[in-house]
């Protein structure tokens, strides 16, 4: 009696003190916002979109700096959900293939319960995937077989292989929450992992509950798409903070990992500012603008509040990071990613030297300046936190936000040296792509 008594007090400080027993299983939320690049964002320096939500829990946690998805939305959804670069298991757009292992499969096996909800778009052509057999036991999609294309205002979703019935005035993005936040109630008792692939704030860019008019919700209206899309911005912080209520409501706030990210640049037709200047979304380009996205990190007692990272992050990072978070067992493929937890525990962890970028545009503008191989539209790039090299050769600093100064061999030792060391990142990679669909080959 007194022995269990003592494991229970240990049991009891370790908890208190943010110290996780060896048993202990975390909840793991991992929210991508679509079309939103990091400098859309309070806690990213921005002074004109407003995420209060978004900003406390980088204040609260860890914010890297330095995180980067594929310029488009389809790599960067199978890149995230299977450690594994596109040149290894990239088909086609809107397709996950349905042999990859995902982190939803990962954690089954390890004993969660997972639920997606928002933005599917991975089921097209004869590998796309569905999201029972991509390892989630419950769902809430759009786009989504069966479903059609209003995402916002009436929506079409399919939740657990029924179509809902929407009316006018049903938004959405409240569906999904919701849905998320009664998934919640039912598995606090249980360890469970979300995947929440946001809607928002994609384009079209209509009113949202907040700021629409009588007869104006569904219409963007001339000259609004910018403060449409800012509102529908702090619309989705707002839904996070839902979130986060629902956690503390079930006292499941110290015990969840929380992850918010985005999964690609701005939509090229927004204009908007950023401190003393004026950006264009760059959505679909290989430049920074399209791929460099936000990471925070939050968990009360657990992840050190305040804490700012300037290490690389790529996509493929986040499986093996959810593995090391909820101690599962890496899937037996090859993994491009490495784990960032061990940074978001205050430790100096392994930081990546480089990441690897293979892009495959469907908007193909896109690879007019340094697409290659097939159909000349493959982009392939490795990088590091200041420059960037293609493998066409084309060597650039990453503050050259444009890429309209290359840099030549000899201008200094510092851009040599990073450059031998990209050059050899990119020969450590596949020469061509493994599962480009034969439609696009030549």
Same mark, same amino acid.
């Given at each position: 009696?007194?022995?269990?008594?003592?494991?229970?007090?240990?049991?009891?400080?370790?908890?208190?003190?943010?110290?996780?027993?060896?048993?202990?299983? !975390?909840?793991?939320?991992?929210?991508?916002?679509?079309?939103?690049?990091?400098?859309?964002?309070?806690?990213?320096?921005?002074?004109?979109?407003?995420?209060?939500? =978004?900003?406390?829990?980088?204040?609260?946690?860890?914010?890297?700096?330095?995180?980067?998805?594929?310029?488009?939305?389809?790599?960067?959804?199978?890149?995230?959900?299977?450690?594994?670069?596109?040149?290894?298991? !990239?088909?086609?757009?809107?397709?996950?293939?349905?042999?990859?292992?995902?982190?939803?499969?990962?954690?089954?096996?390890?004993?969660?319960?997972?639920?997606?909800?928002?933005?599917?778009?991975?089921?097209?052509?004869?590998?796309?995937?569905?999201?029972?057999?991509?390892?989630?036991?419950? !769902?809430?999609?759009?786009?989504?077989?069966?479903?059609?294309?209003?995402?916002?205002?009436?929506?079409?979703?399919?939740?657990?292989?029924?179509?809902?019935?929407?009316?006018?005035?049903?938004?959405?993005?409240?569906?999904?929450?919701?849905?998320?936040?009664?998934?919640?109630?039912?598995?606090?008792?249980?360890?469970?992992?979300?995947?929440?692939?946001?809607?928002?704030?994609?384009?079209?860019?209509?009113?949202?509950?907040?700021?629409?008019?009588?007869?104006?919700?569904?219409?963007?209206?001339?000259?609004?798409?910018?403060?449409?899309?800012?509102?529908?911005?702090?619309?989705?912080?707002?839904?996070?903070?839902?979130?986060?209520?629902?956690?503390?409501?079930?006292?499941?706030?110290?015990?969840?990992?929380?992850?918010?990210?985005?999964?690609?640049?701005?939509?090229?037709? @927004?204009?908007?500012?950023?401190?003393?200047?004026?950006?264009?979304?760059?959505?679909?380009?290989?430049?920074?603008?399209?791929?460099?996205?936000?990471? @925070?990190?939050?968990?009360?007692? =657990?992840?050190?509040?305040?804490?700012?990272?300037?290490?690389?992050?790529?996509?493929?990072?986040?499986?093996?990071?959810?593995?090391?978070?909820?101690?599962?067992?890496?899937?037996?493929?090859?993994?491009?990613?490495?784990?960032?937890?061990?940074?978001?525990?205050?430790?100096?962890?392994?930081?990546?030297?480089?990441?690897?970028? !293979?892009?495959?545009?469907?908007?193909?503008?896109?690879?007019?300046?340094?697409?290659?191989?097939?159909?000349?539209?493959?982009?392939?790039?490795?990088?590091?936190?200041?420059?960037?090299?293609?493998?066409?050769?084309?060597?650039?600093?990453?503050?050259?936000?444009?890429?309209?100064?290359?840099?030549?061999?000899?201008?200094?030792?510092?851009?040599?040296?990073?450059?031998?060391?990209?050059?050899?990142?990119?020969?450590?990679?596949?020469?061509?792509?493994?599962?480009?669909?034969?439609?696009?080959?030549?």
């Amino acid at each position: 009696m007194l022995y269990r008594l003592i494991a229970v007090i240990i049991m009891f400080f370790q908890a208190s003190n943010g110290i996780a027993s060896d048993d202990q299983k !975390y909840n793991v939320i991992l929210i991508m916002a679509d079309d939103s690049a990091v400098d859309n964002y309070g806690c990213y320096g921005s002074d004109y979109f407003k995420t209060p939500i =978004i900003d406390q829990l980088a204040k609260t946690g860890i914010r890297f700096t330095h995180c980067y998805s594929e310029p488009v939305c389809t790599p960067s959804r199978v890149k995230i959900m299977t450690g594994r670069d596109g040149i290894r298991n !990239y088909v086609q757009f809107g397709t996950l293939d349905r042999d990859e292992i995902t982190f939803a499969h990962m954690l089954k096996k390890a004993g969660y319960t997972t639920a997606v909800a928002g933005k599917w778009q991975l089921h097209n052509g004869e590998r796309g995937a569905l999201a029972p057999e991509s390892g989630f036991d419950t !769902y809430c999609l759009w786009n989504y077989p069966g479903t059609r294309s209003s995402r916002y205002w009436n929506p079409s979703i399919m939740q657990n292989g029924k179509l809902l019935k929407t009316k006018t005035d049903d938004y959405g993005p409240d569906i999904f929450s919701k849905f998320l936040i009664e998934f919640i109630d039912s598995n606090k008792n249980r360890p469970f992992f979300i995947y929440y692939p946001m809607v928002l704030v994609h384009s079209p860019f209509p009113k949202t509950p907040d700021n629409k008019t009588a007869n104006g919700k569904t219409a963007q209206g001339k000259d609004q798409s910018l403060p449409n899309f800012r509102d529908m911005t702090l619309y989705a912080d707002k839904i996070v903070g839902r979130l986060v209520a629902a956690l503390e409501k079930n006292n499941l706030r110290e015990n969840t990992i929380l992850i918010f990210t985005t999964d690609n640049g701005t939509n090229r037709k @927004i204009i908007y500012p950023f401190q003393n200047e004026t950006r264009k979304g760059e959505k679909a380009y290989a430049t920074d603008g399209g791929s460099h996205v936000p990471l @925070i990190v939050n968990c009360p007692g =657990i992840v050190p509040a305040g804490k700012v990272s300037s290490d690389l992050v790529d996509f493929s990072d986040f499986l093996p990071s959810i593995a090391d978070i909820t101690k599962a067992k890496l899937p037996n493929v090859i993994l491009d990613g490495q784990s960032f937890w061990p940074q978001c525990l205050g430790k100096k962890g392994n930081p990546r030297k480089w990441i690897f970028q !293979y892009y495959y545009p469907k908007f193909k503008p896109a690879a007019e300046t340094h697409g290659q191989g097939v159909n000349n539209l493959e982009i392939i790039w490795a990088q590091n936190q200041k420059y960037k090299l293609y493998r066409d050769g084309s060597f650039y600093s990453t503050a050259d936000r444009h890429e309209l100064s290359p840099i030549k061999n000899g201008e200094n030792k510092e851009s040599d040296h990073v450059r031998k060391i990209l050059q050899e990142a990119l020969n450590l990679m596949p020469a061509k792509a493994v599962k480009l669909s034969t439609k696009y080959q030549n």
